[in-house]
């Protein structure tokens, strides 16, 4: 299986298109590697003073919360992250993610 780069925005890939061998795209539900690094990378660029244990915490509420591509945080919205950190902080990340995403 390999990847197919779609769209590249600001140098931060939003769209990852898995593809077989015949080059029929496969649907997936899991996050793979590079979509995490992308994501980790995104959420730490918007909040660049939250420590490693916080950046954790956001970025499992994110998959928790259904993300699994680099494209899915034009969905996230600020109640996705209650409880995991104070709202402005949500509003910097969903600023973030729609600026560079969207």
Not at 6 to 24: A, F, Y
Not at 31 to 37: G, H
Not at 56 to 76: A, M, N, P, W
Request: positive net charge.
């Amino acid at each position: 299986m390999d990847y197919v780069h779609r769209v590249e925005n600001r140098g931060v890939p939003t769209l990852w298109i898995p593809r077989s061998q015949d080059g029929k795209v496969i649907k997936t539900n899991k996050m793979d590697e590079e979509d995490e690094r992308v994501i980790k990378q995104l959420c730490k660029r918007a909040l660049p003073n939250a420590t490693a244990e916080l950046l954790t915490s956001i970025f499992t509420q994110l998959k928790e919360k259904g993300v699994v591509f680099v494209r899915d945080l034009i969905y996230v919205r600020e109640t996705d992250l209650a409880g995991v950190v104070p709202p402005i902080t949500a509003r910097k990340l969903v600023d973030h993610f729609k600026q560079i995403i969207g």
